[in-house]
């Protein structure tokens, strides 16, 4: 001890244990120094301190058959003189930094068990008051062991920031947990909060990087595997900011042999309402003959805006996952959606349908068809929509039922179906076609080729207000290039029609040719 007109200066070290029944608890070192000085230039004192105490402790051991263990070190430094202080021992000197602050510093393990079963806690912990708030940073390690299998590990980081403008804090902890035999969990486990309202770059020493806020943020990124056949690899993030909560996910499923599924989603709630999406995609190919490849989309908007979200990029023809991409949603909408292709030996069927509901009525689209490869496709094409005017309430449909031609050795078929129906005053528009208003129609056309045998035409049903009508479109039979009948015409349910029908005859021998033809309408 030193002391002179100014104050005095403490120094002590040296070696400590404790006994119980004759046994030592706990044994360690300790190190340490405390100045008070008088800095008033008047009679009346004004004391500042400096000082530091170091004390390394340690207990037990596994190996010595009590089940536990621990060691540490603990360092406390206090400085109210805004200036850097320097202690010696022996031939070891103790630096204090300038500052106005209290630190706390603690390292060290600890361990329960045995060798090979037990439970390990390791790691650090920073605490400072002082002159830019409270800080805490912490680093440690977790590890279960049974058995000699590690059960669990863990490693976390973090620093917090406490001050008059608010909170910040950045942790992130990588965990590892289960057995690959069973059902395993790895990944990083992050949270973010930062209330100060400005960007916060570093807390103490660590590096943060936190955007300003006001927000809390808690994501995970890692895989979970299953019976070490299922691999589910993704990101999920939770979100507080300002008036609205967010939950943001991303993750990929592989389904080896079979394949592979994507799915993405995204939820926002706040006072004006809730909207989001949940897309589900993937290509599963193991099943021999048989593949499925394709998306899953299902849209949600509550607000009385437009809004934005997350989908799945997806390859049209391969349906494979390509990343996510954003997408606008109406308001007050729900979408449901699903497009992909099932393929069956030589076979495919592919296409989508989608459905919407919103505020004002309900709709639905579909497009799809069937290759049959040498034999043709065929296709079906339309929608439906239940909506209203206001007050008035309408319906309108369109079916495109069609073949491409069909060959069956000398047999070809090639033809369509095509429903309109539109109860509105006004036209509609459904899957890019429009349906003029006040429409019920049906259209037929068919083209049939047997050798060289032909009958092709087409023929129309409608019905309006005034009337009810059939109509024949240029109905053709063709009897080996020889002989041509023709029929054209509508009947209406108001008494007229119109019907004409024409027949021509043709023999052709090189000079010499007949030819005739008669035509009636009526």
Known sequence: MVANATGFEVSVAGAFKAQLLGQIIFSGQATGALSVIDISTTATPIYVIAGFLNITVGAGAVSSGNGFGFNATFYLAVNTTNQAKTYTFNSTSQTLEAGIYVRLYATGDLWLGTATTGFKLGGSIYLEMGTAGLIISVAGTLNLQVGGANILNLNATGSLLINLNGIAAKFTVSLGVGSPLLVSLTGTLTLEVNTTGAAITKIGANTVNLAAGPYLKLSFSGVLELLSILDLNGTATFMFEGNTLSLVIAATADLSPLG??????????????????????????????????????????????????????????????????????????????????????????????KMTLSSTGFSIEFDASLDLKLFGRLSVKGGAIIASDGTTPYFALYLNLGASTLEMGLVQLKGSFILELNTRSTSVTIAGQTIAASTFSVTIALKLKIWIFEAAGSATITANASYFEIRINNFSVNFFNIFNITVSGYIRSNGEFSLTGSASFELNFGPVYFRAAVSYTH
Do not use: Y
């Open 260 to 353: 592979s599924l994507g799915a993405t989603g995204s939820l926002f709630i706040s006072s004006a309402g809730i909207w989001g999406s949940l897309s589900l995609a993937g290509n599963l190919s193991g099943f021999g003959v048989v593949s499925l490849s394709g998306s899953f989309r299902l849209a949600i908007n509550t607000t009385s805006s437009a809004k934005t979200v997350k989908m799945l990029s997806v390859d049209p023809n391969s349906g494979a996952v390509t990343g996510t991409v954003d997408e606008s949603i109406a308001k007050q909408t729900v979408i449901l959606s699903f497009g992909g292709a099932l393929k069956v030996g030589f076979f495919t069927i592919e296409g989508g349908a």
